[in-house]
């Protein structure tokens, strides 16, 4: 499973020339993005057949990315890095003195995961929402949102670069605060979308000040240069955590991570299936995935890697506490997503033994997480977009599908078995616990809390 998911620095560049379809990776963003700004510009011309336009979109960008995912576990895993260029963005200087910024898409295990995962998720979400919003006069605007919202993450997880990766990053919370605040008409919308736009940009400073520290260091934001050095060893140990621990504030902000995860339930003001776009296959496993394409950073300072575990540790227990609190469904399941967010962080800090763990428990809660979220839109559809669960009863008799549908999410985030749950989550809690990296003592703290919050977990969901 590690040679599959994850590549280490040096052999993130092992393959630099893009052959077959992976020439045309690009069309993966330009697809979604071009659809995108078609819709916007077009306006109430395509209001009859926009959706179908966008919904074809997303599933062409995850046909071309299944394509080269399989073209690359055919290959051996020292040449399933493939640098793809697309163009070169600016070039100044001359000489010694120049300085060029090329824009290229890094395809590696890594990467094509969390390309399946977006676009294959997402897709599933654009489907369902064709019905879903059939009733909103603005259902096309709603459609070019949701194909931003995956041209920007897939840039974010592509790129070969900080800087490119910043534009992604930044792409990402721009579509959220659109989607959260699309029924803006209503105060309530607006104001969240406001505060989820504003605690992100408290995680944007940490990821412009990790940038700005590997530049002044390496005179590079290439993720081949950066992390290179610090498997060499070229990276001092206060360089590291410094940009370690900018790393970590950015990855908090976007997956709502203490202390700044307030944003997150009040996200739920949006139509639902941003809910589930934002939950299972975009903005919130961002930071997760920054921190792990990271990890060598914070391999060579154990001091931030502690940090990340304690992050994700006291998130898990706090989102669990907090969805004991809440009556909102959608609240509910925001304050699980939170939770288990902080199961990844807290897989991603325990080092290269954990990074694939939190991965896999992304890759698997994106799909339970995504079915439960659509799980509620349809039982809000049926009560009359009312969230409060004590209003409920009986459902189950008139709503079969969704009721097995949800119940099966429901069995998968609880970790039984055959679920995929089980197998995601039961190592990450079994590693924390066989965990050499902060000693004995850390190792029983952190698998503690981890395995109460799986236990608080199963109380509040069910």
Not at 30 to 41: G, K, M, N
Not at 392 to 418: N, Y
């Amino acid at each position: 499973m590690n040679s599959l998911l994850l590549n280490t620095a040096a052999e993130q560049m092992a393959n630099v020339s893009a052959t077959g379809l992976a020439e045309y990776a690009w069309l993966m963003v330009a697809i979604p993005l071009l659809s995108s700004a078609f819709l916007l510009v077009c306006g109430r011309s395509t209001d009859k057949w926009g959706h179908w336009l966008a919904v074809a979109a997303s599933w062409s960008s995850f046909l071309i990315g299944f394509i080269i995912f399989c073209q690359m576990i055919g290959q051996a895993p020292a040449e399933r890095s493939i640098l793809a260029p697309v163009f070169t963005w600016f070039k100044a200087g001359g000489g010694n003195e120049t300085i060029e910024l090329s824009w290229n898409l890094l395809l590696d295990p890594l990467s094509m995961t969390f390309v399946l995962l977006v676009t294959f998720v997402g897709s599933l979400i654009h489907v369902y929402s064709v019905a879903y919003m059939e009733h909103d006069p603005d259902r096309r605007r709603f459609f070019a949102y949701l194909n931003f919202f995956v041209a920007s993450m897939l840039t974010l997880v592509l790129s070969d670069s900080y800087v490119a990766l910043f534009f992604g990053w930044e792409g990402v919370g721009l579509a959220s605060y659109l989607l959260i605040g699309f029924w803006n008409h209503e105060l309530a919308n607006a104001v969240a979308a406001k505060k989820a736009f504003v605690m992100n940009r408290v995680g944007d400073l940490g990821l412009l000040l990790a940038m700005m520290a590997m530049y002044a260091e390496f005179n590079s934001m290439k993720f081949v240069d950066v992390l290179g050095a610090s498997r060499s060893g070229d990276m001092t140990g206060g360089w590291a955590t410094a940009i370690g621990l900018f790393l970590l504030l950015a990855a908090c902000g976007k997956s709502a991570q203490f202390p700044l995860q307030a944003w997150l339930g009040d996200a739920m003001a949006g139509p639902t299936p941003v809910s589930a776009l934002i939950h299972a296959a975009t903005m919130v496993t961002a930071g997760v995935y920054l921190i792990v394409r990271s990890g060598d950073i914070f391999v060579a300072s154990p001091t931030a890697q502690l940090c990340v575990a304690i992050v994700g540790a006291i998130t898990l227990l706090f989102g669990a506490i907090v969805g004991c609190a809440k009556d909102d469904m959608k609240k509910v399941l925001a304050a699980s997503t939170m939770s288990q967010i902080g199961y990844m962080m807290l897989g991603a800090g325990l080092g290269p033994i954990g990074w694939t763990l939190a991965i896999f428990h992304l890759f698997v809660h994106g799909f339970f997480k995504a079915q439960l979220f659509l799980g509620a839109g349809s039982v809000m559809h049926a009560m009359n977009e009312q969230v409060d669960m004590r209003r409920f009863g009986g459902l189950r008799t008139v709503m079969k599908v969704s009721w097995i549908c949800f119940g099966i999410a429901w069995l998968a985030i609880l970790g039984i078995p055959p679920f995929s749950g089980f197998f995601s989550k039961e190592p990450i809690i079994a590693a924390a616990f066989n965990s050499a990296a902060f000693g004995t003592t850390g190792a029983w703290i952190f698998g503690l809390i981890a395995m109460v919050g799986a236990g608080i977990t199963s109380f509040y969901m069910s």
